[in-house]
């Protein structure tokens, strides 16, 4: 198991109080496969981020989703939302706006639980003592600016 896949698993293992909860949801999802009105949904190689992205649907939409996970060259796990009623659940808990919902980041420690699951769902890490960085792939050019003023 790499480094960064450790850490994934560890940054699984914290459980938030209920405000940070959807703060790190919304991050998974936000940053994930797909984030709109019609379907919301991530993949990943780690089965603890799956299993924790399903932990917090489940706690703070009601919403009860299972993993499935494929054999392939890699393995591959992979939990999305179609169902219009759930997500319409998930939009009316974030708010209104289209993009960027900052409402629920309005403590500290939910900012933290944001960037830990945008990490979770799109950052890459190399040992510190090897090549000290994290990468963050992040789909939707307009979220950067957002980012990089978050992790100021």
Do not use: W
């Amino acid at each position: 198991m790499s480094f960064c896949s450790k850490l994934k698993t560890e940054l699984c293992n914290i459980k938030s109080s209920e405000c940070c909860r959807i703060a790190e949801c919304y991050g998974i999802m936000l940053f994930g496969r797909f984030f709109s009105r019609d379907k919301i949904g991530i993949q990943t190689e780690n089965e603890a981020v799956a299993q924790d992205f399903c932990y917090l649907l489940k706690k703070c939409f009601g919403i009860y989703v299972s993993p499935v996970s494929s054999n392939g060259k890699r393995i591959v796990h992979k939990v999305s939302i179609q169902n219009a009623d759930d997500i319409q659940k998930i939009f009316d808990r974030l708010g209104n706006e289209d993009i960027f919902y900052t409402d629920i980041l309005s403590k500290d420690c939910c900012r933290a639980a944001f960037i830990r699951g945008m990490f979770l769902s799109c950052g890459q890490c190399e040992e510190p003592e090897k090549n000290p960085r994290i990468d963050l792939i992040i789909k939707n050019d307009a979220l950067v600016p957002t980012v990089i003023g978050l992790l100021n």
